[in-house]
């Protein structure tokens, strides 16, 4: 059974910087796709960022340039270094393992 437990959400200023970590266990990263997704009230789930079984990253493009996903295979875990954060940031982030698997979300709330 996977599972995905997010964690390092909270109050951020603008401009400043937070870092989620995904917890998993399950499975092997290097045989996923893992995302990161957020929702913020009102709006649909979207993809921020993604890494593949090879290494390869994604990121959508509100995020390019300030958000750094990547992974510690050794300790099964994903990362979203997310700096800069601005006014549109906040939003329940999800981690997910092959768009099938989902943690629970993290809160990330952005203080002007």
């Known amino acids: 059974q996977v599972q995905l437990v997010e964690s390092g959400g909270g109050l951020v200023q603008a401009g400043g910087s937070v870092t989620l970590s995904c917890a998993v266990s399950?499975?092997?990263?290097?045989?996923?796709?893992m995302d990161w997704y957020r929702q913020a009230p009102g709006k649909q789930r979207e993809l921020v960022a993604g890494i593949s079984g090879a290494g390869r990253t994604n990121y959508a493009e509100s995020v390019k340039g300030r958000f750094t996903i990547s992974r510690d295979s050794a300790n099964n875990t994903v990362y979203l270094q997310m700096n800069s954060l601005k006014p549109e940031d906040p939003a329940v982030y999800y981690c997910?393992?092959?768009?099938?698997?989902w943690g629970q979300g993290t809160q990330v709330t952005v203080s002007s």
């Open positions: 399950g499975t092997t990263l290097r045989f996923n796709v």
């Open positions: 997910s393992a092959g768009r099938v698997s």
